[in-house]
Protein backbone atom coordinates (compact mmCIF):
# COMPACT_ATOMS: atom_id res chain seq x y z
CA UNK A 1 0.00 0.00 0.00
CA UNK A 2 1.06 3.49 -0.65
CA UNK A 3 0.75 6.32 1.57
CA UNK A 4 -0.09 9.56 -0.02
CA UNK A 5 0.61 12.80 2.22
CA UNK A 6 -1.59 15.82 0.20
CA UNK A 7 -1.34 19.34 1.12
CA UNK A 8 -4.59 20.96 1.81
CA UNK A 9 -4.70 22.94 -1.41
CA UNK A 10 -4.30 19.18 -3.12
CA UNK A 11 -7.13 17.85 -0.70
CA UNK A 12 -9.20 20.88 -1.59
CA UNK A 13 -8.35 20.87 -5.74
CA UNK A 14 -10.28 17.17 -5.23
CA UNK A 15 -12.70 18.01 -2.58
CA UNK A 16 -11.23 15.37 -0.31
CA UNK A 17 -11.19 14.70 3.06
CA UNK A 18 -7.95 12.67 4.61
CA UNK A 19 -8.69 8.78 5.86
CA UNK A 20 -7.46 8.38 9.01
CA UNK A 21 -4.18 5.58 8.66
CA UNK A 22 -3.44 2.57 11.55
CA UNK A 23 0.33 3.39 12.27
CA UNK A 24 0.78 -0.26 11.32
CA UNK A 25 0.28 1.05 7.86
CA UNK A 26 3.53 2.70 7.52
CA UNK A 27 6.63 2.47 6.41
CA UNK A 28 5.86 -1.82 5.45
CA UNK A 29 7.64 -0.92 1.99
CA UNK A 30 10.76 1.40 1.42
CA UNK A 31 9.02 3.74 -1.27
CA UNK A 32 5.87 3.81 0.75
CA UNK A 33 4.91 7.18 1.59
CA UNK A 34 5.07 10.05 -0.68
CA UNK A 35 4.02 14.01 -0.20
CA UNK A 36 1.88 15.28 -2.67
CA UNK A 37 1.44 19.36 -3.64
CA UNK A 38 0.20 21.23 -6.14
CA UNK A 39 1.49 23.52 -8.47
CA UNK A 40 0.00 26.71 -10.40
CA UNK A 41 2.47 27.30 -13.37
CA UNK A 42 3.33 30.49 -15.18
CA UNK A 43 0.68 29.11 -17.85
CA UNK A 44 -2.86 30.38 -17.18
CA UNK A 45 -5.00 27.21 -16.31
CA UNK A 46 -1.79 25.12 -16.51
CA UNK A 47 -1.05 22.75 -13.26
CA UNK A 48 1.91 20.09 -11.89
CA UNK A 49 1.17 17.86 -9.24
CA UNK A 50 4.46 16.65 -7.44
CA UNK A 51 4.95 13.48 -5.59
CA UNK A 52 8.02 13.59 -3.16
CA UNK A 53 9.16 10.53 -1.22
CA UNK A 54 9.64 10.49 2.38
CA UNK A 55 12.18 10.57 3.58
CA UNK A 56 14.79 10.41 -0.27
CA UNK A 57 12.94 12.99 -1.68
CA UNK A 58 12.58 11.56 -5.08
CA UNK A 59 10.09 13.80 -6.88
CA UNK A 60 8.28 12.83 -9.79
CA UNK A 61 6.27 15.92 -11.84
CA UNK A 62 3.22 15.26 -13.23
CA UNK A 63 0.71 18.19 -15.43
CA UNK A 64 -2.45 17.83 -13.52
CA UNK A 65 -4.07 19.25 -10.71
CA UNK A 66 -5.58 16.20 -8.90
CA UNK A 67 -4.58 12.75 -7.11
CA UNK A 68 -7.43 11.16 -8.62
CA UNK A 69 -6.33 11.64 -12.08
CA UNK A 70 -2.27 11.71 -11.23
CA UNK A 71 -1.50 9.06 -9.49
CA UNK A 72 -1.59 6.46 -12.71
CA UNK A 73 0.49 8.59 -14.64
CA UNK A 74 2.87 8.97 -11.13
CA UNK A 75 3.12 5.23 -10.80
CA UNK A 76 4.84 4.64 -14.14
CA UNK A 77 6.66 8.00 -13.94
CA UNK A 78 8.76 6.29 -11.24
CA UNK A 79 9.15 3.00 -12.44
CA UNK A 80 10.55 5.33 -15.07
CA UNK A 81 12.70 7.32 -12.93
CA UNK A 82 14.10 4.45 -11.02
CA UNK A 83 14.88 2.35 -14.64
CA UNK A 84 17.04 5.66 -15.68
CA UNK A 85 18.66 5.50 -12.67
CA UNK A 86 19.88 1.88 -12.69
CA UNK A 87 18.15 1.21 -9.52
CA UNK A 88 18.21 -2.55 -8.80
CA UNK A 89 15.38 -4.56 -10.88
CA UNK A 90 14.41 -6.77 -8.08
CA UNK A 91 14.08 -3.41 -5.83
CA UNK A 92 11.97 -1.81 -8.63
CA UNK A 93 10.04 -4.80 -8.66
CA UNK A 94 9.27 -5.10 -4.90
CA UNK A 95 8.20 -1.20 -5.22
CA UNK A 96 5.49 -0.99 -7.73
CA UNK A 97 3.84 -3.79 -6.31
CA UNK A 98 2.41 -1.67 -3.25
CA UNK A 99 1.29 0.86 -5.91
CA UNK A 100 -1.63 -1.61 -6.23
CA UNK A 101 -3.60 0.14 -3.38
CA UNK A 102 -3.28 3.29 -2.18
CA UNK A 103 -4.55 5.81 0.89
CA UNK A 104 -4.50 9.67 0.90
CA UNK A 105 -3.87 11.37 3.95
CA UNK A 106 -2.82 14.52 5.40
CA UNK A 107 0.81 15.69 6.17
CA UNK A 108 2.25 14.95 8.82
CA UNK A 109 5.86 17.02 8.76
CA UNK A 110 6.53 20.54 8.45
CA UNK A 111 9.93 19.53 7.69
CA UNK A 112 9.08 17.76 4.41
CA UNK A 113 6.82 20.53 3.99
CA UNK A 114 9.94 23.13 3.83
CA UNK A 115 11.58 20.90 1.34
CA UNK A 116 8.80 20.84 -0.79
CA UNK A 117 8.52 24.44 -0.99
CA UNK A 118 12.00 24.40 -2.01
CA UNK A 119 11.48 22.23 -4.50
CA UNK A 120 8.14 23.96 -5.57
CA UNK A 121 10.38 26.95 -5.99
CA UNK A 122 12.85 25.75 -8.14
CA UNK A 123 10.07 24.35 -10.50
CA UNK A 124 8.39 27.24 -10.76
CA UNK A 125 11.91 29.19 -11.79
CA UNK A 126 12.49 26.68 -14.15
CA UNK A 127 8.55 27.22 -16.26
CA UNK A 128 10.21 30.60 -17.20
CA UNK A 129 12.71 28.95 -19.60
CA UNK A 130 9.59 27.25 -21.68
CA UNK A 131 7.68 29.00 -24.06
CA UNK A 132 4.45 27.08 -23.98
CA UNK A 133 3.78 24.16 -21.34
CA UNK A 134 3.58 21.85 -23.50
CA UNK A 135 7.12 21.87 -23.78
CA UNK A 136 7.58 21.44 -20.29
CA UNK A 137 9.99 18.51 -20.43
CA UNK A 138 9.31 16.40 -17.11
CA UNK A 139 11.45 13.97 -17.36
CA UNK A 140 14.28 16.61 -17.61
CA UNK A 141 13.20 18.17 -14.37
CA UNK A 142 13.30 15.07 -12.53
CA UNK A 143 16.11 14.14 -13.83
CA UNK A 144 17.34 17.52 -12.39
CA UNK A 145 15.55 17.10 -8.63
CA UNK A 146 17.72 13.95 -8.54
CA UNK A 147 20.57 16.33 -8.38
CA UNK A 148 18.84 18.65 -6.06
CA UNK A 149 20.94 19.89 -2.97
CA UNK A 150 18.52 19.57 0.45
CA UNK A 151 19.78 20.24 4.35
CA UNK A 152 21.67 22.73 6.14
CA UNK A 153 24.07 20.70 8.13
CA UNK A 154 23.40 17.42 6.76
CA UNK A 155 23.82 18.34 2.80
CA UNK A 156 22.57 15.63 0.69
CA UNK A 157 20.82 14.94 -2.99
CA UNK A 158 18.07 12.28 -3.48
CA UNK A 159 20.80 10.51 -5.71
CA UNK A 160 23.05 10.66 -3.03
CA UNK A 161 20.87 9.18 -0.83
CA UNK A 162 20.35 5.92 -2.30
CA UNK A 163 23.34 5.86 -3.66
CA UNK A 164 24.52 5.14 0.22
CA UNK A 165 21.53 3.24 0.77
CA UNK A 166 22.20 0.12 -1.79
CA UNK A 167 26.18 0.26 -0.18
CA UNK A 168 24.71 -0.01 3.54
CA UNK A 169 25.96 3.57 4.65
CA UNK A 170 23.52 5.84 6.37
CA UNK A 171 21.65 7.63 3.71
CA UNK A 172 22.35 10.76 4.87
CA UNK A 173 25.97 10.79 4.85
CA UNK A 174 26.56 13.86 3.07
CA UNK A 175 27.05 13.40 -0.72
CA UNK A 176 30.51 14.52 -0.83
CA UNK A 177 31.52 12.08 0.86
CA UNK A 178 29.89 8.89 -1.54
CA UNK A 179 33.27 8.05 -3.58
CA UNK A 180 32.54 7.27 -7.57
CA UNK A 181 32.87 3.94 -7.05
CA UNK A 182 30.15 3.51 -4.28
CA UNK A 183 27.86 5.17 -6.14
CA UNK A 184 25.55 2.65 -6.98
CA UNK A 185 22.78 4.99 -8.59
CA UNK A 186 23.26 6.75 -11.25
CA UNK A 187 21.42 7.96 -14.22
CA UNK A 188 22.14 6.02 -17.27
CA UNK A 189 24.77 7.04 -19.62
CA UNK A 190 23.82 9.67 -22.26
CA UNK A 191 24.42 9.55 -26.19
CA UNK A 192 27.77 10.31 -25.63
CA UNK A 193 28.55 7.55 -23.09
CA UNK A 194 29.93 9.83 -20.15
CA UNK A 195 29.15 9.11 -16.55
CA UNK A 196 27.01 11.63 -14.75
CA UNK A 197 29.99 13.00 -12.85
CA UNK A 198 32.09 13.20 -16.67
CA UNK A 199 28.53 14.54 -18.09
CA UNK A 200 28.27 16.95 -15.36
CA UNK A 201 31.90 18.63 -15.65
CA UNK A 202 31.70 18.97 -19.50
CA UNK A 203 28.20 20.77 -18.85
CA UNK A 204 29.77 22.84 -16.62
CA UNK A 205 32.41 23.63 -18.83
CA UNK A 206 30.03 24.92 -21.68
CA UNK A 207 28.17 26.53 -19.39
CA UNK A 208 31.28 28.67 -18.32
CA UNK A 209 32.43 29.05 -22.20
CA UNK A 210 28.40 30.70 -22.79
CA UNK A 211 29.03 33.17 -19.35
CA UNK A 212 32.15 34.34 -20.97
CA UNK A 213 30.74 34.80 -23.97
CA UNK A 214 27.95 37.01 -23.17
CA UNK A 215 29.46 39.01 -20.12
CA UNK A 216 32.77 39.65 -22.29
CA UNK A 217 35.18 38.20 -19.64
CA UNK A 218 37.01 35.25 -17.99
CA UNK A 219 35.83 33.39 -15.01
CA UNK A 220 38.70 33.44 -12.99
CA UNK A 221 39.64 29.70 -11.17
CA UNK A 222 42.06 28.49 -8.54
CA UNK A 223 43.07 25.45 -6.70
CA UNK A 224 42.00 26.61 -3.22
CA UNK A 225 38.34 26.12 -3.18
CA UNK A 226 36.90 22.61 -5.43
CA UNK A 227 33.52 22.96 -5.21
CA UNK A 228 31.61 19.57 -6.19
CA UNK A 229 30.47 19.19 -9.75
CA UNK A 230 26.99 19.25 -8.65
CA UNK A 231 26.71 22.44 -6.45
CA UNK A 232 28.83 23.98 -9.94
CA UNK A 233 26.12 22.68 -11.98
CA UNK A 234 23.90 24.79 -10.18
CA UNK A 235 25.26 27.82 -9.56
CA UNK A 236 26.40 28.38 -13.36
CA UNK A 237 22.38 27.51 -14.34
CA UNK A 238 21.99 30.20 -11.47
CA UNK A 239 23.91 32.87 -13.29
CA UNK A 240 22.95 31.47 -16.76
CA UNK A 241 19.20 32.47 -15.83
CA UNK A 242 20.23 35.50 -14.26
CA UNK A 243 21.55 36.52 -17.45
CA UNK A 244 18.42 35.60 -19.54
CA UNK A 245 15.96 36.85 -16.76
CA UNK A 246 17.69 40.34 -16.92
CA UNK A 247 17.40 41.27 -20.62
CA UNK A 248 13.57 41.01 -20.45
CA UNK A 249 13.07 42.56 -16.73
CA UNK A 250 10.29 43.95 -15.17
CA UNK A 251 10.24 46.99 -13.13
CA UNK A 252 7.48 46.79 -10.23
CA UNK A 253 6.84 48.73 -7.21
CA UNK A 254 7.52 47.12 -4.02
CA UNK A 255 3.68 47.51 -2.57
CA UNK A 256 2.59 45.88 -5.32
CA UNK A 257 5.48 42.68 -4.04
CA UNK A 258 3.88 43.24 -0.70
CA UNK A 259 -0.10 42.08 -1.93
CA UNK A 260 -0.76 45.73 -1.71
CA UNK A 261 -0.65 45.90 2.24
CA UNK A 262 -2.09 48.88 3.97
CA UNK A 263 -0.08 50.32 6.52
CA UNK A 264 -1.29 52.97 8.81
CA UNK A 265 0.23 56.37 9.45
CA UNK A 266 2.80 56.44 12.36
CA UNK A 267 1.19 59.07 13.78
CA UNK A 268 -1.96 57.31 14.27
CA UNK A 269 0.21 54.48 16.25
CA UNK A 270 0.81 54.55 20.24
CA UNK A 271 4.77 53.23 21.15
CA UNK A 272 3.88 50.01 21.63
CA UNK A 273 1.91 49.79 18.54
CA UNK A 274 4.63 51.22 16.38
CA UNK A 275 6.71 48.61 18.05
CA UNK A 276 4.57 45.80 16.42
CA UNK A 277 3.75 47.65 13.49
CA UNK A 278 7.53 47.56 12.74
CA UNK A 279 8.19 44.17 13.45
CA UNK A 280 5.31 43.07 11.04
CA UNK A 281 6.33 45.39 8.40
CA UNK A 282 9.82 43.25 8.51
CA UNK A 283 8.30 40.04 8.73
CA UNK A 284 6.38 41.05 5.44
CA UNK A 285 9.52 42.43 3.77
CA UNK A 286 11.44 39.40 4.38
CA UNK A 287 8.68 37.21 3.21
CA UNK A 288 9.03 38.58 0.00
CA UNK A 289 12.80 38.43 -0.22
CA UNK A 290 13.60 41.88 0.30
CA UNK A 291 16.01 42.63 3.31
CA UNK A 292 16.10 46.25 4.97
CA UNK A 293 19.42 47.41 6.08
CA UNK A 294 19.97 50.40 8.70
CA UNK A 295 23.60 50.91 9.46
CA UNK A 296 23.37 53.40 12.08
CA UNK A 297 20.42 53.75 15.21
CA UNK A 298 17.24 55.33 14.63
CA UNK A 299 14.17 55.13 16.46
CA UNK A 300 10.83 53.08 15.45
CA UNK A 301 9.43 55.61 14.34
CA UNK A 302 12.01 56.60 11.92
CA UNK A 303 11.76 53.02 10.11
CA UNK A 304 8.53 52.57 10.22
CA UNK A 305 7.88 55.86 8.26
CA UNK A 306 10.76 55.11 6.07
CA UNK A 307 8.97 51.24 5.25
CA UNK A 308 5.16 52.87 4.71
CA UNK A 309 6.04 56.29 3.14
CA UNK A 310 9.26 55.71 0.99
CA UNK A 311 10.31 52.44 0.54
CA UNK A 312 6.93 50.70 -0.50
CA UNK A 313 7.05 53.26 -3.49
CA UNK A 314 10.44 51.94 -4.81
CA UNK A 315 10.26 50.48 -8.29
CA UNK A 316 12.42 46.59 -8.07
CA UNK A 317 13.58 44.83 -10.49
CA UNK A 318 11.29 41.49 -11.12
CA UNK A 319 13.93 38.28 -10.71
CA UNK A 320 11.94 34.80 -10.31
CA UNK A 321 14.76 32.69 -9.07
CA UNK A 322 15.02 31.07 -6.21
CA UNK A 323 16.30 32.54 -3.49
CA UNK A 324 17.21 36.04 -4.55
CA UNK A 325 16.78 38.88 -2.17
CA UNK A 326 16.62 42.37 -2.85
CA UNK A 327 19.32 44.17 -0.38
CA UNK A 328 18.18 47.93 0.63
CA UNK A 329 20.16 50.39 2.74
CA UNK A 330 18.50 53.48 4.34
CA UNK A 331 21.61 55.28 4.24
CA UNK A 332 21.36 54.86 0.93
CA UNK A 333 18.57 56.70 0.66
CA UNK A 334 19.28 59.16 3.69
CA UNK A 335 22.66 59.67 3.45
CA UNK A 336 24.19 60.04 7.49
CA UNK A 337 27.55 61.96 6.96
CA UNK A 338 27.90 62.26 10.72
CA UNK A 339 27.61 58.18 10.69
CA UNK A 340 29.72 57.34 7.54
CA UNK A 341 32.30 60.08 9.04
CA UNK A 342 32.36 58.38 12.75
CA UNK A 343 32.80 54.87 10.38
CA UNK A 344 35.75 55.94 8.53
CA UNK A 345 37.49 57.41 11.36
CA UNK A 346 36.80 53.93 13.34
CA UNK A 347 38.49 52.09 10.37
CA UNK A 348 41.42 54.33 10.11
CA UNK A 349 42.46 54.05 13.51
CA UNK A 350 42.19 50.08 13.69
CA UNK A 351 43.90 49.62 10.97
CA UNK A 352 46.74 52.15 11.36
CA UNK A 353 47.38 51.59 14.92
CA UNK A 354 46.26 47.97 15.82
CA UNK A 355 46.74 45.93 12.74
CA UNK A 356 50.45 45.78 11.08
CA UNK A 357 50.01 44.44 7.60
CA UNK A 358 46.85 47.67 7.60
CA UNK A 359 48.35 49.72 5.05
CA UNK A 360 46.28 48.74 2.30
CA UNK A 361 43.19 48.78 4.58
CA UNK A 362 43.88 51.75 6.24
CA UNK A 363 44.43 53.51 2.41
CA UNK A 364 40.85 53.03 2.03
CA UNK A 365 39.28 55.62 4.29
CA UNK A 366 42.20 57.88 3.01
CA UNK A 367 43.04 60.40 -0.02
CA UNK A 368 46.72 59.65 -0.96
CA UNK A 369 47.40 63.20 -0.67
CA UNK A 370 47.26 63.13 3.02
CA UNK A 371 48.80 66.27 5.03
CA UNK A 372 49.77 65.01 8.66
CA UNK A 373 50.29 68.29 11.16
CA UNK A 374 50.52 70.69 8.35
CA UNK A 375 52.97 68.89 6.17
CA UNK A 376 52.22 65.93 3.46
CA UNK A 377 53.03 62.70 3.87
CA UNK A 378 53.16 59.36 1.40
CA UNK A 379 50.70 56.80 3.58
CA UNK A 380 53.46 54.24 3.19
CA UNK A 381 55.64 57.12 5.79
CA UNK A 382 52.49 57.73 7.67
CA UNK A 383 52.21 54.12 8.33
CA UNK A 384 56.00 53.76 9.27
CA UNK A 385 55.65 56.48 11.75
CA UNK A 386 52.53 54.18 13.33
CA UNK A 387 54.37 51.54 13.88
CA UNK A 388 57.16 53.28 15.61
CA UNK A 389 55.21 55.13 17.96
CA UNK A 390 54.88 52.41 19.95
CA UNK A 391 58.41 51.65 20.49
CA UNK A 392 58.94 55.59 21.43
CA UNK A 393 56.26 55.87 23.84
CA UNK A 394 56.06 52.67 25.38
CA UNK A 395 52.69 52.43 24.48
CA UNK A 396 50.68 48.72 25.56
CA UNK A 397 47.46 49.70 23.66
CA UNK A 398 44.97 52.52 22.31
CA UNK A 399 42.24 51.81 23.84
CA UNK A 400 39.54 53.99 22.14
CA UNK A 401 38.54 57.08 20.12
CA UNK A 402 36.53 59.83 21.86
CA UNK A 403 34.53 62.09 19.34
CA UNK A 404 34.01 65.59 21.13
CA UNK A 405 32.81 67.88 17.51
CA UNK A 406 31.92 67.61 14.34
CA UNK A 407 32.00 70.97 11.76
CA UNK A 408 31.27 70.83 9.05
CA UNK A 409 31.52 73.47 6.20
CA UNK A 410 28.47 75.43 4.33
CA UNK A 411 28.50 73.23 1.49
CA UNK A 412 28.63 70.28 3.69
CA UNK A 413 31.55 68.67 1.77
CA UNK A 414 33.97 68.87 4.49
CA UNK A 415 34.11 68.52 7.93
CA UNK A 416 36.80 69.01 10.73
CA UNK A 417 36.25 66.67 13.22
CA UNK A 418 37.93 67.17 17.20
CA UNK A 419 38.02 64.23 19.36
CA UNK A 420 41.19 62.29 21.15
CA UNK A 421 43.05 59.18 21.81
CA UNK A 422 42.68 57.23 25.21
CA UNK A 423 46.16 55.73 25.53
CA UNK A 424 47.84 53.10 28.37
CA UNK A 425 51.17 53.50 28.89
CA UNK A 426 53.29 50.17 29.81
CA UNK A 427 53.55 50.31 33.29
CA UNK A 428 50.68 53.04 34.00
CA UNK A 429 47.44 52.53 35.60
CA UNK A 430 45.67 55.72 33.85
CA UNK A 431 45.12 56.34 30.71
CA UNK A 432 46.47 59.24 28.83
CA UNK A 433 44.36 61.40 26.75
CA UNK A 434 45.76 62.80 23.55
CA UNK A 435 43.71 65.05 21.53
CA UNK A 436 43.61 64.26 17.57
CA UNK A 437 41.80 66.07 14.91
CA UNK A 438 40.80 64.74 11.79
CA UNK A 439 40.02 66.57 8.42
CA UNK A 440 37.26 65.16 5.74
CA UNK A 441 35.67 65.78 2.33
CA UNK A 442 33.20 64.32 0.48
CA UNK A 443 34.03 63.03 -2.88
CA UNK A 444 31.74 61.16 -4.96
CA UNK A 445 29.24 60.48 -2.49
CA UNK A 446 32.13 59.02 -0.30
CA UNK A 447 33.77 60.42 2.53
CA UNK A 448 37.81 60.59 2.57
CA UNK A 449 39.97 61.27 5.14
CA UNK A 450 42.57 64.36 3.46
CA UNK A 451 44.64 64.94 7.03
CA UNK A 452 45.20 64.80 10.93
CA UNK A 453 46.46 66.75 13.68
CA UNK A 454 48.22 64.65 16.16
CA UNK A 455 50.86 65.94 18.53
CA UNK A 456 52.67 62.58 19.06
CA UNK A 457 53.70 62.24 15.36
CA UNK A 458 55.76 65.32 15.62
Request: include cysteine; hydrophobic fraction near 40%; aromatic fraction near 12%.
Amino acid sequence: MIIVRATQKLLNNQRLKPEMIDQSMENKIVLGEWYANTITSSFKGKSLVIYVHQPSLITIVIAGKTIKKTFTEFAKRLQNLLTRFTFPASFVTEQMIAFDSSIITKTASRKMLGFMNSITDHLINRMYSYENFEDIDLEEEENILMNFVHGSKNIFMPISYWGNYFVGEDPFRNFHELKNEENSIQLIPNENKLSRSEDLHMENQLMKLQIEDFLGGQIMGGNELELPAEIENLFLKNIIEFEKQSKHIKKVKIVELLGKHTFKQAAELKPKQLKTALDKAFALLAKNNINLDFLAEYSDEIKYKFISEELIHEEAQMMNMPGMIMHFIYEEFHPNKDFDIRNRIKHFLFTLFENEEGENNYQFSCKEEFRLNNEYISLHELKLKANQLHLIHDLESIDDYKLKQILFNKENKKAKVIGHLEIKIEGSKTKTKIPITFFAELSNDWWELTGLEFEWFN
